[in-house]
């Protein structure tokens, strides 16, 4: 029988939730750096204050009762609530203080984090930055279930109930070998990724799902590079393999300065009327109190990307 005088305490919510989230006592214990008998207690607390079992326990798996499964999203809400009214009662009204985990896309993140954090640092030395990098999907999914505070990823998020804000839009560069028929060729038009034998990121990147709707923009059938067996996870080893005559590829103009400096590489680039680009913005819950606080960040964001351009203009021969 429940104890109706019960309430549950914010670590055994946290607990719960953990463990439901990941499915696994030891990777929950060390995601809350506890111990795991500390976590088997604060679940037992839960279970036994409700009268209710919330996740079944076996030696192989665990699994999360129906009722656990019901249970799950109100646990939740309690503790992003919570984490509110804790962050409100530090006295921020728009300032970005305390912790805040910000997921990032890969084809973002190596380029423009650097010049962010450290304009965090400075600015707003309060601010406890945690970094996440996943694919689009992924951010998506831990958006909605409460891990993530904000994403800086490309626009359209496409997900209910998340708000997009745009922040730059990003203009795609062609590279190719250095002794490639574009190779420093300028103002060019769509047709001429006619030429290119494209090499293009696995499947889940949003860059290789950017590319592949602009080879459709210019009546080009992507299906060869869609379905090639060369791919990569990486822009990084992308350009290593165009480095190697493998292939050609799109780099948005953030990434020139790391990643298209090394020798055997060549650039060539669109008429400024060609629309090559992608919108880049933060994503975060409806439900959000800290929209204020986003929006700063997203100001910080976009000097963080003019300023890592400003590195461009070097390899440009400006």
């Known amino acids: 029988m429940s104890n109706k005088e019960y309430r549950p305490t914010l670590a055994q919510l946290r607990t719960f939730v953990t463990i439901a989230e ?49 249970l799950l999203p109100y646990a939740k809400a309690t503790l992003e609530a ?20 910000i997921g990032v896309i890969p084809t973002v993140a190596p380029y423009v984090l650097p010049e962010l954090l450290r304009g965090l640092k400075d600015e707003f030395p309060e601010l406890e930055p945690r970094i996440v990098e996943e694919q689009t999907k992924h951010l998506v999914t831990q958006l909605r279930e409460g891990q993530l505070d904000v994403a800086l990823m490309a626009l ?5 109930g998340l708000i997009d804000l745009p922040l730059y839009d990003e203009r795609f560069t062609i590279v190719v070998p250095e002794n490639h028929s574009l190779a420093g060729e300028s103002n060019l038009g769509l047709q001429a990724m006619d030429q290119l034998d494209l090499l293009l990121l696995d499947d889940g990147h949003c860059l290789r799902d950017q590319v592949v709707d602009l080879c459709r923009a210019a009546s080009i059938n992507p299906a060869e590079a869609a379905d090639s067996v060369t791919r990569a996870s990486s822009l990084t080893t992308i350009l290593q393999l165009v480095v190697a005559g493998l292939g050609t590829t799109l780099v948005p103009e953030s990434a020139l300065q790391t990643e298209c400096t090394r020798p055997g590489l060549a650039l060539a680039t669109f008429d400024e009327s060609v629309v090559a680009q992608r919108t880049i913005g933060l994503v975060y819950r409806s439900s959000s109190s800290r929209i204020a606080e986003y929006e700063k960040l997203g100001e910080m964001v976009k000097r963080a990307f003019e300023r890592t351009l400003e590195g461009n203009k070097a390899l440009a021969g400006a």
């Open 22 to 70: 990941n499915k696994h006592f030891g990777t929950a214990a060390n995601k809350l750096s506890i111990s795991q008998p500390s976590l088997s207690q604060a679940l037992v607390a839960l279970e036994t204050g409700l009268d209710v079992q919330l996740i079944e326990r076996s030696t192989r798996k665990v699994i999360v009762t129906p009722i656990g499964e019901k």
């Open 82 to 101: 919570a984490d509110a009214f804790i962050h409100q009662s530090r006295g921020a009204h728009g300032d970005l203080t305390g912790p805040l985990t």
């Open 156 to 160: 359209p998020s496409d997900g209910s």
